[in-house]
C-alpha cells in the first residue's frame, strides 16, 4: 500500500499551535511505521507546504520552553509575518517566495535543527487516456492537470467488470489488479493480459507530499484499439505497366498473429507534385494501384484497423514513394520484345476513374492508331478477297450453265420462303 506521508504534514497547517505539538508525537509515531515501507519522497531534512496556508516549522532538537532563535539561509531577515510561537516558526499564509533553508538555534547559536521548506499545491484531477495497440495489453498514459510544483507519483490500478455472464456472477464487484508502470515510459501504465469483451475502470490517482487526486476512467478495448502502422511499405513500379504501382507490407510487429484478430488496410496514395489523396481499402498484404501518372513519382502511405471495425484506424505509416515504369514507347523500342509490350498494352485500361486526364504521349498514341490501322486494313483486305473469289465463282458457274439462268436465283428465294412457310 502507499505510504502516509500526508499526515506529516497535518501539524504544520494546524491553525492551534498548542495542537501542533501534540500531532508531532502521533505523526512521528506514524511516519515510522511508514518508513518501513520505502515510500519517502526521497529528500532529507524537506518539509513541505501547502501555498497559501500557515506552515509552520518545528525545532526539533531543543528542550521543552527554551528560547530558540530562526534564521533563513541566504537571506537577512526572516519572510514578513513570519512568528516564532514557542519554538516553531510559523509562516502565515506562506507563498512560493517563502521557499528555502530554515535553521533553529539556541540561545548560544549552536545548530538545533535545519529544514528546507518546498511549497506547491494539491494534486489536480489527472488527465488520462488509453489505448491498445493490440489485443493482449493496453496502456493508459496520463498528464497532470495542476503544476503543483512538488514530487509527484501515481498509482494506477483496474477493476475489470467481465461482460460474460459466467464470469459476471462468479465475480460480482471485477477482478482488480494494478495497471504497471514502467520506470522507462514516465506517465504511461499497461494492463497485461486484458480481455477483448471486458470492460475496466482506470483509476489513476495523483499522489504528492500534499495530497491525492484520482481520475476514473472506463475503457473497453473494442473502443481504445488503435493498431501500430504497417511496417516494411514497399512501392514498385510493374515492368511495362506506366500506370501501375505494386504496394505491399508487413502486419505491424506489435500485433500478435492469431486468426481471430485481423486487420483491414487503406492505401492512400498521390502524385508528389499533387495534394488530393486517393484511398483504397484492402485486406491484403498487398495492392495494386491502377490509377497512377504515368511518368510522376508517387508517395503512399498505408494504415491499419482492426478487422471487424473496432476501435481506430492506426497512425498512418512512414512514406515510400515509386515512379511508375516508364512509357511503353520507350521501353519497347529499347527492349525489342513487341510481342509482350502490345500484350500490356491490351490489359492497360485501368478500373479506376480517372480524376484528371493522363498524358499519354503522342508516340504511344500514334502506335495505337497504327495498329488498329493495320488490323482494320487486314480485315478490310481480307473481305475484298473473298467477296471478289464468290463473284469470280458465279461468274464461272454462270458461264458453265447458260440454258438455266435463274436456277441460281430461284433456288434462293425458295431457302428463304421455306422458314417462313413452316413458321406460318
Ligand atoms: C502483452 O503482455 C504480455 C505480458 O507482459 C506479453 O507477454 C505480451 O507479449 C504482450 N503482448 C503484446 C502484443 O505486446
Ligand atoms: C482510486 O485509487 C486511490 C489510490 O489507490 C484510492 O485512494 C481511491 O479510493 C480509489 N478510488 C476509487 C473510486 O476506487
Ligand atoms: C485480395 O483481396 C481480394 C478481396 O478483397 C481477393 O479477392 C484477392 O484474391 C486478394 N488477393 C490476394 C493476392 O490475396
Ligand atoms: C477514435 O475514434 C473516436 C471516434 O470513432 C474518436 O472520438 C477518438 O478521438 C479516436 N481516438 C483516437 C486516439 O484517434
Ligand atoms: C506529356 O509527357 C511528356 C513526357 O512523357 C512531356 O514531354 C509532355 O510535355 C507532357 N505533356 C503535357 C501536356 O503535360
Given at each position: 500500500m502507499p505510504s502516509h506521508f500526508p499526515l506529516c504534514l497535518l501539524q504544520m497547517r494546524s491553525p492551534i499551535p498548542g495542537l501542533g505539538r501534540v500531532m508531532v508525537f502521533l505523526t512521528a509515531a506514524l511516519a515510522s511505521t511508514s518508513l518501513a515501507v520505502p515510500e519517502g519522497w526521497g529528500e532529507e531534512g524537506v518539509q513541505y507546504g501547502q501555498v497559501g496556508t500557515d506552515v509552520t516549522l518545528l525545532c526539533t532538537g531543543a528542550h521543552a520552553g527554551a528560547a530558540v532563535q530562526w534564521r533563513r539561509a541566504d537571506a537577512a531577515a526572516l519572510p514578513e509575518g513570519s512568528v516564532i510561537h514557542q519554538g516553531t516558526l510559523v509562516l502565515p499564509q506562506a507563498s512560493l517566495a517563502t521557499m528555502g533553508a530554515y535553521s533553529c538555534h539556541g540561545e548560544d547559536g549552536g545548530l538545533l535543527h535545519a529544514v528546507s521548506l518546498r511549497l506547491g499545491y494539491l494534486p489536480g484531477v489527472p488527465f488520462v487516456s488509453c489505448r491498445a495497440s493490440d489485443y493482449e495489453n493496453f496502456s493508459c498514459s496520463w498528464t497532470s492537470s495542476v503544476e503543483t510544483f512538488l514530487p509527484t507519483r501515481y498509482i494506477t490500478t483496474y477493476r475489470k467488470k467481465s461482460l460474460t455472464g459466467e464470469e459476471k456472477r462468479r465475480n460480482k464487484n471485477g477482478h482488480m489488479g494494478p495497471c504497471l508502470q514502467d520506470p522507462s515510459r514516465p506517465g504511461t501504465c499497461t494492463v497485461h493480459g486484458?480481455?477483448?469483451?471486458s470492460s475496466y475502470r482506470l483509476n489513476i490517482t495523483e499522489v504528492n507530499p500534499l495530497g491525492s487526486s484520482f481520475r476514473l476512467l472506463d475503457v473497453t478495448m473494442q473502443a481504445i484499439i488503435k493498431p501500430d502502422p504497417p511496417e516494411g511499405l514497399v512501392v514498385e513500379p510493374i515492368p511495362l505497366a506506366p500506370r501501375r504501382l505494386l504496394v505491399s507490407w508487413r502486419y505491424p510487429s506489435s500485433w500478435p498473429k492469431e486468426p481471430h484478430f485481423q486487420l483491414r488496410f487503406r492505401l492512400q496514395y498521390r502524385p508528389v507534385i499533387h495534394r488530393s489523396w486517393s484511398v483504397v481499402e484492402t485486406v491484403n498484404l498487398s495492392e495494386v494501384i491502377t490509377d497512377a501518372f504515368a511518368g510522376l513519382e508517387h508517395v503512399v502511405q498505408v494504415s491499419a484497423k482492426d478487422f471487424l471495425d473496432a476501435g481506430n484506424w492506426s497512425e498512418w505509416s512512414a512514406e515510400a514513394r515509386a515512379t511508375p515504369a516508364r512509357d511503353l514507347v520507350t521501353t519497347a523500342s529499347e527492349e525489342t520484345t513487341t510481342d509482350t509490350s502490345l500484350e500490356s498494352l491490351a490489359e492497360e485500361p485501368s478500373q479506376a476513374p480517372n480524376p484528371e486526364p493522363i498524358n499519354r504521349s503522342e508516340p504511344l498514341e500514334k502506335t495505337a492508331v497504327l495498329v488498329s490501322l493495320g488490323v482494320f486494313a487486314f480485315f478490310v483486305l481480307a473481305a475484298v478477297l473473298i467477296v471478289t473469289i464468290l463473284i469470280w465463282l458465279r461468274v464461272r458457274k454462270h458461264g458453265n450453265d447458260?440454258?438455266?439462268?435463274?436456277s441460281f436465283l430461284v433456288a434462293a428465294t425458295h431457302l428463304k420462303a421455306l422458314p417462313k412457310a413452316q413458321i406460318l
Open positions: 486484458s480481455e477483448f469483451w447458260k440454258t438455266k439462268p435463274h
